[in-house]
């Protein structure tokens, strides 16, 4: 079974549309993440949910928002697409904050 | 601005080589982590040493952290064209809720 999960693996959009990843996690854990790596490889992270609460927003735009409806999952709807918002973004989750992290696949979005 | 810093960026080595890998960061941290990423794939966890230890080991892994230095090391020994990947250090912050920080990582390749 995969630990982490997200769908979709792809996603290719026209600027200005609206789209969602969702991400799963079925290792029981607390605290799940979502990180932004771009074309250079820089992994940053930009949500942390702790028990469906919001415990780390990373300066990321308000276009950005993260939607935790259980503690199994944490899913990133993303408004008004931008080319700048053209990424592989990463879902994660760990048991406590700061210690092994356990990652998804990964979502390639690319924004034309 | 990113924490760790790797270095080399690149490594190309024969296999049976020792390939090492270096994270330099800035702040005071609870733990450093090392990740493996392969191409198209999410991080995988490979190991985590507490700012308290110096030496960890982990099969063919070595990692050693001087905290005065604020540096680690990553040795991978007898190298395997398995083990070529993109490889990251992530410090975990002090203070705060202990968010990790990833490095620009280094790319090692090895060659049969």
């Known amino acids: 079974d995969t630990a982490v999960s997200q769908t979709p693996k792809y996603l290719v959009t026209q600027m200005g549309n609206d789209k969602s990843i969702k991400c799963e996690q079925n290792?029981?854990?607390?605290?799940m993440y979502w990180y932004k790596q771009d074309s250079k490889k820089f992994l940053k992270i930009m949500f942390s949910?702790?028990?469906?609460?919001?415990?780390i927003n990373e300066t990321v735009p308000n276009r950005f928002s993260p939607k935790s409806p259980d503690k199994a999952h944490l899913n990133l709807h993303i408004n008004s697409l931008e080319l700048g918002d053209s990424a592989v973004y990463f879902c994660?989750?760990?048991?406590?904050?700061?210690?092994?992290?356990?990652f998804g696949p990964g979502t390639r979005l690319t924004v034309l | 601005s990113q924490q760790g810093e790797e270095d080399p960026q690149a490594l190309s080595i024969q296999e049976g080589e020792n390939a090492t890998m270096n994270c330099s960061y800035k702040?005071?941290?609870?733990?450093l982590q090392w990740y493996r990423q392969n191409s198209g794939r999410g991080l995988v966890h490979l190991i985590l040493?507490?700012?308290?230890?110096r030496e960890k080991h982990s099969g063919r892994l070595r990692v050693t952290l001087d905290t005065s230095k604020k540096s680690s090391s990553l040795l991978i020994t007898a190298s395997r064209a398995a083990d070529t990947a993109s490889y990251f250090c992530?410090?975990?912050?002090?203070?705060?809720?202990?968010?990790?920080?990833f490095g620009a990582g280094t790319r090692l390749a090895v060659h049969p």
């Open positions: 994660a989750s760990s048991q406590v904050m700061g210690n092994e992290q356990f």
């Open positions: 290792l029981g854990h607390d605290t």
């Open positions: 949910y702790n028990n469906k609460e919001l415990i």
């Open positions: 702040t005071s941290i609870n733990n």
């Open positions: 040493i507490r700012s308290n230890e």
């Open positions: 992530a410090t975990g912050e002090r203070g705060g809720y202990n968010k990790l920080i």
